[in-house]
């Protein structure tokens, strides 16, 4: 089945800036490209749900070009600037990860170039934490969305949270990513609820809403763990306290995401009491709330962190 697409235009055609990029985030299974000004503004936009990871080799160029085609058509020669999976093994051209401490000029000096047919293609690389506790970590797409909310907010440190199935928690200093930690939250979630015995007694439907009991009492659970083992225990009250009807069918869902989420935010913030949030609108929304809950402050970035960072890696590499 063909993937939905949407194209949306911002301004009439008069009052349009001139665009300097097309800024493109392909991720596992999403793909959005802007007409972008060099403010980072938004002059149109085209999204679809097909992932760069689910077309066949040699597919993502013809792809490319079916999507962004007539606004290359109307400004030959705008640089087309990719974030994401694309640059995955298994995307379209792997981009190797950057070690960190990674900055804006180390990421950029990595920058995959290409110069197919379609014209010419930056493909930024992810960033990796090869020293990180228990393991290496690695990130695609967020980095560029780092950079973003750097220079639209004008700091070069801070803590920063990018919620989702994989979400972040980096630690920037010097404008440069110093670390950073994964959370499966999201895609823990998903896999609880729908391949587990708890979601069994879950009203049916779509994911949980931002209030209600069942969410502040997971956040509480949360609140509550000590020992390493313990939130494994506690993600089997979720089915518990719909046995004994300790919480409505409806609440259960709303518990397993507080008691994940709050896990993550606990654990993420490291004894600070602050952080900024990068994420779309309904999902910072969820984590600001839990925050609220915890004692943790979630400020929101500034929308378009991903093409702002893609705009300050196209300054180093051709100027503006």
């Not at 197919?116 to 992810?126: A, C, D, E, N, W």
């Not at 709050?262 to 990068?278: D, F, N, Q, R, S």
């Amino acid at each position: 089945m063909a993937s939905a697409v949407f194209v949306r235009r911002f301004a009439p055609e008069a009052s349009l800036p001139s665009p300097v990029l097309v800024s493109v985030d392909w991720g596992t299974s999403s793909f959005r490209a802007l007409l972008a000004a060099s403010d980072g503004a938004v002059i149109e936009a085209v999204e679809t749900d097909q992932g760069a990871l689910g077309l066949p080799a040699g597919a993502h160029e013809r792809f490319l070009a079916g999507k962004i085609g007539g606004w290359l058509a109307r400004f030959p020669g705008l640089p087309i600037m990719i974030s994401g999976m694309a640059g995955a093994r298994q995307g379209w051209f792997e981009a190797p990860y950057v070690p960190c401490p990674a900055g804006a000029d180390d990421i950029a000096a990595k920058v995959l170039a290409l110069e197919p047919s379609l014209g010419r293609i930056f493909i930024v690389p992810g960033v990796s934490a090869p020293e990180a506790p228990g393991g290496p970590d690695v990130m695609r797409g967020e980095e560029t969305q780092i950079l973003g909310a750097l220079a639209a907010t004008r700091r070069q440190g801070g803590l920063f949270v990018l919620p989702g199935s994989h979400s972040k928690w980096v630690r920037v200093e010097a404008g440069r990513i110093v670390g950073f930690a994964t959370f499966m939250t999201g895609e823990v979630f998903a896999a609880l609820k729908d391949h587990t015995v708890l979601g069994r007694l879950m009203a049916p439907g779509g994911g949980p809403a931002r209030s209600g009991v069942g969410f502040t009492r997971g956040l509480a659970a949360a609140s509550k763990l000590e020992r390493p083992g313990d939130l494994l225990n506690a993600i089997f009250k979720t089915r518990t306290l719909g046995l004994f009807d300790a919480l409505p069918q409806d609440g259960l869902a709303d518990f397993l995401s507080g008691l994940l989420i709050g896990a993550e935010i606990l654990a993420g913030v490291g004894g600070e009491t602050a952080a900024t949030i990068i994420g779309s609108a309904a999902l910072s929304a969820r984590y600001r709330a839990a925050g609220d809950t915890l004692g943790i402050k979630l400020t929101p970035a500034p929308e378009n962190c991903a093409t702002l960072g893609q705009i300050a890696l196209l300054e180093r590499l051709e100027g503006l």
